[in-house]
């Protein structure tokens, strides 16, 4: 079992920069895929990016080229700069946890509480 606390949400100006992270606890972080996801009042929680145990990066066509995710496996930590927001970026921000022969978003998967993200134009 992993647990999973994100933090470094807030207001940020469209154009800025802001860097979220999430900390697992509880068992062997290097084992999980890692990937954040987004959510907004009445809609799906989308899929924003993943890290791979290797390293392998994917994002979400809204979000590539300005977001960058990262894994520090010496803390237990991923991380999501996010470059050039925009307003339509504002959600409440999941950190996700799958090991293998989980899928990431799935139900076998572990959730933070995720962090809000607000971009103001």
């Known amino acids: 079992q992993v647990q999973l606390v994100e933090a470094g949400g807030g207001l940020v100006q469209a154009g800025g920069s802001l860097k979220l992270s999430c900390a697992a606890s509880?068992?062997?972080?290097?084992?999980?895929?890692m990937a954040w996801y987004r959510q907004v009042p009445g809609m799906q929680r989308d899929f924003v990016a993943l890290?791979?145990?290797?390293?392998?990066?994917n994002y979400a066509d809204s979000v590539k080229g300005r977001f960058t995710i990262s894994r520090d496996n010496a803390n237990n930590t991923v991380y999501l700069q996010m470059n050039m927001p925009k307003p339509a970026d504002t959600a409440v921000y999941y950190c996700?946890?799958?090991?293998?022969?989980?899928?990431?978003?799935?139900?076998?998967?572990?959730w933070g509480q995720g962090t809000q993200v607000t971009v103001s134009s």
């Open positions: 509880g068992s062997r972080f290097s084992l999980y895929n």
């Open positions: 996700n946890a799958a090991s293998a022969g989980a899928a990431l978003g799935g139900a076998n998967s572990h």
């Open positions: 890290i791979t145990t290797d390293g392998l990066t």
